[in-house]
C-alpha cells in the first residue's frame, strides 16, 4: 500500500460503510423479526440480506416497477411483517439458548474488528488505488452487469434480456454493488471496491466467528480467534478476487459460514444447546430457506458446497438423536430418524446428479498428484503452497482435539467435504466419472473450489487455539501463588494474540505471495491501459446519452458501458448478438467498400466506433467471433476521428 493513496482510501470509508448498510440492514430487520439475536443469527443476517435483495430485485422486477433503494427498503419492511406474523402464528419462543453475553459480543466484534482489518488490508495493498479494475476476462461481464442493473432497473436473476440472452444469472453481488452506486453516486469501480471490501472485511470474519460460537457456545473467546484466523488464507478472499474475477463466488463463500451456523442449530447441534419447540423450529427452518435462497443467489455452486456439508452433519445428527430414543426405549423414533437421514442423504446424491453446469463446461484440467492435494490441504496452502505457520500449527492442534474427542467429529465436516471435492477437482483422472461426480457441479475447477477450503480451516485452527489454551492452562496452574499465576495468564494471553496476529497477517509467505499476483491482475494492460480507461471516462464530452457504440470487447471496449454510461453493440464476451452486430464486427474497416457496412450499421443505429487495437484481454479466443474488422480502422469518408488518448481511438460513424 503506497500511503499517497490514503486520502482516497479514507474518502472511500463512507461507500464502505454504505455497503454494510446494503448487506445487513434487510437481513437483520427480518431476522430480528423473526427470533432472538444469538451468534448463529448474526451469522446468517447477511445471507438473509441478499435472499432479501435477490427476491425484491425478481418481484419488483415480476410486477414493472424499477428497482432501486427505496423498492428494496419496502420490500425489506413487508418480508420483516410477514416473518414477524408468522413468529405469532406458531408461537415461536426465539430459542432457549443462553444470552449470548457482552464478553461473547465483544469476543466476537474484537476479532471481527482485527482479522476483518488484516483482511482488507491485503485487498488495499493488492489494489493500490479505489478506482482500480480488474483487468480480467470476467471483469467485463460483471462491471457491466452492475451498470445494467442500474441502467434498466431491473434486479432479476431470472432473465438479463438484453445483456446475456435470456439466461438467468444469480445477480446477488451485482444487485449490491448497483444499491451501493445509488446510496452513494460514487463510480462503479470505487463501488465494487468499497462492498469488496465490506464482504472481506465484516461478512467473512463475522461469519467464521458465528460458525464457530454456535460450535462452541461455551467457550466464546474461540469465535475472535476464529476471526483473526480467517484472514490468514491466500485461498480466501483474495484468490477469488484474483482468478477469474469470480465476484459472485466471492460474496457466496463469504455467506457460506453464518448459513452453516444456522443449519447446525436447526440439526440440534451441539448436543448440549437446548431442544427446539415446534414453533421456534419452524421459523428458524423459513429464515434459512431465506439465507439459502441468498446464497444461492449469489453464486449457486456455493448453495451446493452447503448442501454437500449436510450429508455428514444429517447422518451425524440423525444417529446422535437416534441413539437418544434407542436409549429411552423408542425403538421406533430411532428407526424413523435413521431412514429419514438416509432417505434426505439419498435425495442430496440424486441432486448432486443433476443440478450441475453441462459436462462441456467442466473441462478444467488437474493440477496436482492426490499428494500434492492432499498435502495442499491439510497445511491451509492453497493455492500456491506456501505455508503460514501460525494457522498450520492451530489447525494440527484442531486435528489432535477431534482425535482426542471423537464427540465433535462432526465439526470437520466444512474441512472434509471440501477437501475431498478440492482434491477430486485437482488431482483425480481428468474424464473420470467419479471426478466428474465429484467435483463436476463446480466445472472441476480447483481454484474455484480452493475458496471453499478455508472456512474448514479456520474451524479447525479455532478448536486448536481452544485446546492448546487448555493445555497452557494446565502448566499455569502448576506455578505457585496466585499472583504470579495471575500475571502469567495475563502476559501469557496478551503475548498469544500479538503472536497471533503478527502470524497471520504478516509473518505468512502464502498471503504476500497472493497480494503480488492480486496486484499484477489488477495493474492497467490486461484490459483497459491507463489511456484506453481515460477516453471511456470522457465519453459523454463526445456522445448523446442515448448513443450506441461498436468495438471490440475482448480489447476492453465494452466498458463503454459500465465506465462511460454509453451502451454497447457487446458488452462481454458471450454475447447473443444479432447477425448485423456481428457483419460490423468482422467487416468494418472495408466500409468504404462494402455497402452491406453501413447498411447493418444503420439497422443497428451504431453512431461510434472504439478502436483499442488488437491486443486481447486473453491470449485465446475463448468465443470464436470475427472481431477481425476492428484490426484496422482509420478516418475516412464515413468514420470520423473525434477523439484519441494514446492508441485509444473514437470514431464517429457516418453512414
Keep these: 500500500m503506497t500511503y499517497e493513496y490514503l486520502g482516497e482510501w479514507l474518502r472511500l470509508v463512507p461507500a464502505v460503510l454504505a455497503a454494510l448498510a446494503v448487506l445487513v440492514g434487510p437481513g437483520l430487520a427480518?431476522?430480528?423479526?423473526?427470533?432472538?439475536?444469538?451468534?448463529?443469527?448474526?451469522?446468517?443476517?447477511?445471507?438473509?440480506?441478499?435472499?432479501?435483495?435477490?427476491?425484491?430485485?425478481?418481484?419488483?422486477?415480476?410486477?414493472?416497477?424499477?428497482?432501486?433503494?427505496?423498492?428494496?427498503?419496502?420490500?425489506?419492511?413487508?418480508?420483516?411483517?410477514?416473518?414477524?406474523?408468522?413468529?405469532?402464528?406458531?408461537?415461536?419462543d426465539g430459542g432457549g439458548e443462553a444470552p449470548v453475553g457482552r464478553s461473547g459480543w465483544l469476543w466476537i466484534a474484537g476479532g471481527t474488528l482485527v482479522g476483518g482489518g488484516l483482511a482488507a488490508l491485503q485487498i488495499v495493498r493488492g489494489l493500490i488505488h479505489p478506482s482500480t479494475i480488474s483487468q480480467t476476462f470476467d471483469s467485463l461481464f460483471h462491471l457491466n452487469a452492475v451498470q445494467h442493473v442500474l441502467h434498466s432497473g431491473s434486479g432479476t436473476s431470472l432473465t438479463l434480456a438484453g445483456f446475456t440472452g435470456d439466461a438467468p444469472y444469480p445477480m446477488g453481488w451485482h444487485n449490491v454493488v448497483a444499491q451501493v452506486v445509488n446510496i452513494t453516486g460514487l463510480a462503479i469501480p470505487e463501488a465494487v471496491n468499497a462492498t469488496n471490501l465490506a464482504i472481506a472485511g465484516v461478512v467473512w470474519p463475522l461469519g467464521c466467528a458465528a460458525l464457530v460460537a454456535t460450535m462452541l457456545p461455551h467457550r466464546r473467546w474461540v469465535a475472535g480467534v476464529a476471526a483473526v484466523v480467517s484472514a490468514g488464507f491466500a485461498a480466501f478472499p483474495l484468490l477469488p478476487l484474483q482468478f477469474g474475477v469470480l465476484y459472485p463466488n466471492f460474496l457466496a463463500v463469504a455467506l457460506l459460514g453464518g448459513g452453516?451456523?444456522?443449519?447446525?442449530?436447526?440439526?440440534?447441534?451441539?448436543r448440549s444447546e437446548p431442544r427446539l419447540t415446534r414453533g421456534e423450529l419452524t421459523v428458524r427452518v423459513l429464515l434459512m430457506l431465506v439465507a439459502v435462497g441468498g446464497i444461492g443467489l449469489a453464486q449457486p455452486n456455493a448453495m451446493m458446497m452447503l448442501i454437500a456439508t449436510m450429508v455428514p452433519l444429517t447422518l451425524?445428527?440423525?444417529?446422535?438423536?437416534?441413539?437418544?430414543?434407542?436409549?429411552?426405549?423408542?425403538?421406533?423414533?430411532?428407526?424413523?430418524?435413521?431412514?429419514?437421514?438416509?432417505?434426505?442423504?439419498?435425495?442430496?446424491?440424486?441432486?448432486?446428479?443433476?443440478?450441475?453446469?453441462?459436462?462441456?463446461?467442466?473441462?478444467?484440467?488437474?493440477h496436482h498428484w492426490p499428494g500434492q492435494a492432499l498435502g495442499l490441504v491439510l497445511t491451509g496452502s492453497l493455492p500456491s503452497g506456501r505455508t503460514a505457520w501460525a494457522v498450520v500449527i492451530l489447525m494440527a492442534a484442531g486435528v489432535v482435539a477431534l482425535v482426542r474427542r471423537p464427540r465433535n467429529l462432526w465439526m470437520a465436516s466444512p474441512f472434509v467435504m471440501a477437501a475431498l471435492i478440492y482434491t477430486a477437482a485437482s488431482s483425480w483422472v481428468v474424464g473420470?466419472?467419479?471426478?466428474?461426480?465429484?467435483?463436476?457441479?463446480?466445472?472441476?475447477?480447483?481454484?474455484?473450489?480452493?475458496?471453499?477450503?478455508p472456512l474448514g480451516s479456520v474451524v479447525l485452527a479455532a478448536l486448536g487455539a481452544e485446546r492448546t489454551i487448555d493445555w497452557l492452562r494446565q502448566l499455569i496452574?502448576?506455578?505457585?501463588?496466585?499472583?504470579?499465576?495471575?500475571?502469567?495468564?495475563?502476559?501469557?494471553?496478551a503475548a498469544l494474540g500479538l503472536v497471533l496476529v503478527y502470524g497471520v497477517g504478516f509473518v505468512n509467505p502464502g498471503l504476500a505471495e497472493r497480494v503480488t499476483v492480486f496486484r499484477s491482475y489488477h495493474a492497467p494492460g490486461h484490459l483497459l491501459t491507463h489511456d484506453e480507461r481515460a477516453l471511456l471516462e470522457r465519453l459523454?464530452?463526445?456522445?448523446?446519452?442515448?448513443?450506441?457504440?461498436?468495438?471490440?470487447?475482448?480489447?476492453?471496449?465494452?466498458?463503454?458501458?459500465?465506465?462511460?454510461?454509453?451502451?454497447?453493440?457487446?458488452?462481454?464476451?458471450?454475447?447473443?448478438?444479432s447477425q448485423d452486430v456481428r457483419y460490423i464486427a468482422a467487416h468494418l474497416d472495408d466500409i468504404t467498400t462494402n455497402p452491406r457496412v453501413c447498411e447493418a450499421i444503420q439497422r443497428e443505429g451504431v453512431g461510434y466506433v472504439l478502436d483499442f487495437g488488437t491486443d486481447s484481454v486473453l491470449p485465446w479466443d475463448p468465443t470464436g467471433f470475427d472481431y477481425s474488422g476492428f484490426d484496422d480502422v482509420r478516418p475516412n469518408a464515413y468514420l470520423e476521428l473525434l477523439a484519441r488518448e494514446g492508441q485509444a481511438e473514437l470514431f464517429r460513424v457516418n453512414c
Aim: proline fraction near 4%; charged fraction near 15%; glycine fraction near 14%.
Design 540 to 577: 459523454a464530452d463526445y456522445t448523446a446519452d442515448d448513443a450506441l457504440i461498436a468495438g471490440n470487447p475482448m480489447t476492453g471496449a465494452a466498458l463503454a458501458f459500465a465506465l462511460g454510461g454509453r451502451t454497447v453493440t457487446e458488452a462481454h464476451g458471450y454475447n447473443d448478438a
Design 477 to 493: 496452574g502448576r506455578v505457585p501463588g496466585d499472583i504470579a499465576r495471575g500475571r502469567i495468564r495475563l502476559w501469557g494471553a
Design 316 to 366: 451425524w445428527a440423525a444417529g446422535a438423536a437416534a441413539r437418544t430414543a434407542f436409549g429411552a426405549g423408542n425403538a421406533r423414533r430411532g428407526w424413523a430418524l435413521l431412514g429419514a437421514a438416509l432417505f434426505g442423504v439419498a435425495v442430496i446424491a440424486v441432486v448432486w446428479q443433476f443440478v450441475r453446469p453441462p459436462q462441456e463446461a467442466a473441462g478444467w484440467p488437474r
Design 260 to 270: 452453516l451456523a444456522g443449519l447446525i442449530r436447526i440439526y440440534g447441534l451441539p
Design 30 to 92: 427480518v431476522v430480528a423479526a423473526t427470533t432472538r439475536l444469538r451468534t448463529w443469527t448474526v451469522g446468517i443476517v447477511p445471507a438473509v440480506g441478499v435472499g432479501v435483495i435477490g427476491v425484491g430485485g425478481i418481484v419488483f422486477d415480476l410486477i414493472g416497477v424499477r428497482w432501486g433503494l427505496w423498492p428494496l427498503v419496502a420490500f425489506t419492511a413487508a418480508v420483516a411483517a410477514i416473518a414477524f406474523t408468522v413468529r405469532r402464528l406458531v408461537r415461536a
Design 432 to 453: 473420470s466419472g467419479l471426478r466428474m461426480y465429484v467435483s463436476g457441479v463446480f466445472f472441476n475447477d480447483a481454484m474455484r473450489i480452493a475458496a471453499f477450503l
